[in-house]
């Protein structure tokens, strides 16, 4: 049973356009959620959160939107560079259990 | 302050026989968790440790087992192994084991089963 789904396997965008990653969860119960971000050969790294008090948080080039009625995370970078180019995963978690992961979206930003 | 710490990086086993992998959290870092990466499957939560304890188990046979030293060190062991236990092990820890706590991930060992 996925919990956490990134329907997207892969993206590309153009260098200083937006890039759009999508999330759906299903368990009403998560309350804070998290995205990574995973270069090849590497272990994921934390880009941003928001608690499921918020709506939004932002932090530099990254936004995270929570639409908790559509049960809809997203993650949006602006102006998306050759750097943002990694996998990115999105979790999430119910207090302090296991934090779920969904399987991942590949983000290619061409020049 | 090092990072999080797995060793080895890469590991080659035949199947039926059995692996430990291990796992140095950041240092002051109590809790630590192991997931499995898979392509197509993203990141599949194994266990989870805490002040030695088990604190949150996924669903995976009985083959994959963990635990916790006193340091915070972490060993997960697979036994038996298995052609579909080919995957990146990722170990991550945090401070304590809190519902705002982020997770800092190890560079992983990758384990290939022949």
């Known amino acids: 049973d996925q919990q956490v789904k990134q329907n997207s396997p892969s993206l590309s965008v153009q260098e200083g356009r937006i890039s759009i990653l999508n999330c759906d969860y299903t368990?009403?119960?998560?309350?804070?959620f998290l995205w990574y971000k995973k270069y090849p050969a590497e272990g994921p790294t934390f880009l941003i959160s928001?608690?499921?008090?918020?709506d939004k948080n932002e932090d530099g080039r990254f936004t995270v939107f929570l639409n908790k009625s559509a049960k809809h995370l997203s993650l949006h970078i602006v102006p998306s560079q050759p750097g943002d180019s990694a996998v990115y995963f999105c979790?999430?978690?119910?207090?302090?259990?296991?934090?779920?992961f969904g399987q991942g979206t590949r983000l290619t930003i061409n020049p | 302050k090092a990072g999080v710490t797995q060793t080895p990086r890469y590991l080659i086993k035949t199947r039926g026989q059995q692996v430990t992998l291990s796992c140095s959290p950041i240092?002051?870092?109590?809790?630590v968790s192991w997931y499995q990466q898979t392509p197509g499957q993203g990141l599949q939560f194994l266990f989870e440790?805490?002040?030695?304890?088990?604190?949150n188990k996924g669903n995976f046979p009985g083959r994959f087992s963990g635990r916790q030293f006193s340091n915070s060190r972490s060993e997960m062991n697979v036994s038996t192994l298995e052609l579909g236990d080919s995957a990146l092990y990722l170990c991550a820890s945090s401070l304590y084991q809190g519902a705002n706590e982020k997770l800092f991930f190890g560079s992983g060992t990758q384990l290939s089963v022949l």
């Open positions: 979790a999430a978690r119910v207090g302090a259990q296991k934090l779920v």
């Open positions: 928001i608690s499921s008090i918020k």
């Open positions: 440790y805490f002040s030695e304890t088990q604190r």
């Open positions: 240092s002051g870092h109590r809790s």
């Open positions: 368990n009403s119960m998560f309350d804070y």
